[in-house]
């Protein structure tokens, strides 16, 4: 849909004015179709353009906090990197030369801008380097050129490498079938210090395979995961292999960290620790700065007679060995008419126990439901707690 004859259409004075018409309609529900309709008959064959890119606009204000004038492509916007995220990386590289050698649309530029000594931008796609021209027009001069992240066009910088992870809307989770492969970028690369943003679920083992070690950081925003960043080993933190950053509380916490926690009994609260804590494997050094204990040694779940500052707890009111029918009736004698099921370690769907069930009380209330012990120990266990909030 876009090209650059399309993008130079949006960022003319003709194409600002269609966009602000187009974007008085809803462009959703049940006036989608009238909607485009009558934009079609107004612009003609732009109208797919402008749809979309109003559509794009509203749905990137959840990772950017004006994006009222930024042009992007659907897999552009899936991939970009919320803002926070990419503030935080920034700071990171703070007084560096930076080459973002895959910039796409120029979201981690607009970062940057303002930490990096030095600035470049490149991209293979020209349709998203003439994006990245529009969303980085006016403030710092970011210079920009169509160059293949394969074939280096920097000597000294700092290189950041987004492989896109996407292909027809569909995710690919192999390193080596990113676009670039991630084995061939540590190949090319390999000498350099570079920073490269992952998804989560990146297996870290098979980097280990390909020869990176360096720091993997994990990142939480707005209560979830946003992404894996390898930071090569020039630009790790002293003796840090794996860090989790939790950008709502301003936290970090690294392998480095002491990880003295113990293994105990549940205690008046449970603690259900941030999806980046326990995606770095950083649980014990979560809950050794916390306070906290471990209520199985291969299970996330932590516990506490008091509840850490600024963290969501579950206060204990009843354990009981996990069975449907005795939860059920647990629950029926505590008026329990609404239920949050968080689960760990057991074969259970929140979502098919939750109407078997069968509440009918005026209590809210969470079931923490996981397993405890090993073997021929392992039992499942069901927590009835009420939440800090």
Known sequence: MFDIGAVAYLRSEAGAQALREVGRYRLAGASLVSDIASVRTQFGDRAPVLVETVQLRRRATAKFADPSSWLFTDEALQQATAAPVAAHRARRLTGARVHDATCSIGSELAALRASAA???????????????????????????????????????????????????????????????????????YRDRDIVVKCAPGIDFDALARMG???????????GGVREACLWSAGLAGAGVRRRATLLDRGEQITDADPDDCPVAPAGRWIVDPDGAVVRAGLVRHYAARHGLWQLDPDIAYLSGDELPAGLRGFEVLEQLSYHERRLRTALAARDVGAVEILIRGVDVDPDVLRPRLRLRGSQQLTVVITRLGSGAQSRATAFICRPSR
Do not use: H, K, W, Y
């Open 212 to 222: 990176f070690d360096g720091e993997i950081e994990v990142t939480s925003l707005a």
């Open 118 to 188: 030095d600035l470049v931008g490149s991209d293979i796609d020209p349709v998203r380097l003439a994006m990245a021209a529009n969303n980085l027009d006016g403030g710092r001069v970011v210079p920009l050129c169509r160059a293949d992240a394969l074939r280096p066009i920097t000597g000294d910088a700092v290189v950041i490498l987004d492989p896109a992870r996407r292909q027809g809307g569909r995710r690919r989770f192999d390193p080596r079938a990113f676009t670039p492969a991630l084995d061939a970028l540590f190949d090319v």
